[in-house]
């Protein structure tokens, strides 16, 4: 009778080593994949934040007070070490009268770790919710 082997063979280690590197290694990519979805999530919400603002304010003037057609270039608004960059356009509604309806747009632009990055809001204004 032969007596129970102990022990792991040079093998089994080998083979046991590897799957742990290769789970370390996914996990390790997971985590940064997450750490820069959310920078770039937080990015994208401070650029809203801004770009809604502004709009509101904007919104909450009377018609005239902005010439349709002619893009205003906004002062640069620093964020956590970001710049966002603004461009308002206020442009008339096709089918309305631009003393009736208007689309006031609001363009941000900002650099990110993965390349400049844009949003774009718009809203409607009339003279009945000034």
């Not at 934040?49 to 902005?66: K, Q, V």
């Not at 620093?78 to 960059?85: P, S």
Request: overall charge negative; glycine content about 6%.
């Amino acid at each position: 009778m032969r007596p129970a082997q102990s022990g792991l063979t040079l093998l089994e280690v080998v083979v046991s080593v590897g799957i742990l590197f290769l789970t370390l290694v996914i996990l390790l990519n997971l985590a940064t994949t997450s750490l820069f979805g959310s920078k770039e999530g937080a990015e994208r919400l401070a650029a809203e934040n801004f770009a809604s603002s502004i709009l509101e304010t904007y919104r909450s003037r009377p018609l005239d007070a902005y010439p349709l057609n002619a893009p205003v270039v906004l002062a640069d608004h620093q964020q956590d070490g970001t710049a966002y960059a603004g461009v308002f356009e206020a442009v008339p509604v096709d089918g309305y009268s631009s003393d009736q309806l208007r689309a006031l747009t609001l363009t941000v632009t900002w650099d990110s770790k993965r390349g400049a990055k844009t949003t774009k809001l718009t809203v409607y204004a009339t003279p009945l919710l000034q």
